[in-house]
């Protein structure tokens, strides 16, 4: 069993920034992949950013390409995003996702087998 314990979420105003963390846990974790997904009130959960655990290669959602970075460290078991230029828009529940087998599209849903509880974002205008 993983768990993934997401933080770092908050009240922010437009234009500002934020970083969520996503602490991966349990007996033995082994990840292919780490995703951040969102979902907005009444809206569907929403892909936002990728990572490859092994080789780092990264994919994000055209709405925050620019904006936002994936990262992890390794040490850890961490994952990050960070949040830059934040809009009302990104407002949403951010879920962190593990993928502990290899899946072709790391922007699906399909492709994980672990999610975290969700933190809150909320860019006021």
């Known amino acids: 069993q993983v768990q993934l314990v997401e933080s770092g979420g908050g009240l922010v105003q437009a234009g500002g920034s934020l970083r969520l963390s996503c602490a991966a846990s349990?007996?033995?974790?082994?990840?292919?992949?780490m995703g951040w997904f969102r979902q907005a009130p009444g809206k569907e959960r929403q892909f936002v950013a990728a990572?490859?655990?092994?080789?780092?290669?990264?994919y994000y959602a055209d709405s925050v390409k620019s904006r936002f970075t994936i990262s992890r460290d390794n040490a850890k078991n961490t994952v990050y995003l960070q949040m830059n230029s934040l809009k009302p828009e990104d407002t949403a529940v951010y879920y962190c996702?593990?993928?502990?087998?290899?899946?072709?599209?790391?922007?699906?849903?399909?492709?994980?087998?672990?999610w975290g509880q969700g933190t809150q974002v909320t860019v006021s205008s």
């Open positions: 349990g007996r033995t974790f082994s990840s292919n992949a």
């Open positions: 996702a593990a993928a502990t087998y290899y899946y072709l599209d790391p922007t699906s849903t399909r492709a994980y087998d672990y």
């Open positions: 990572i490859r655990w092994s080789g780092g290669n990264t």
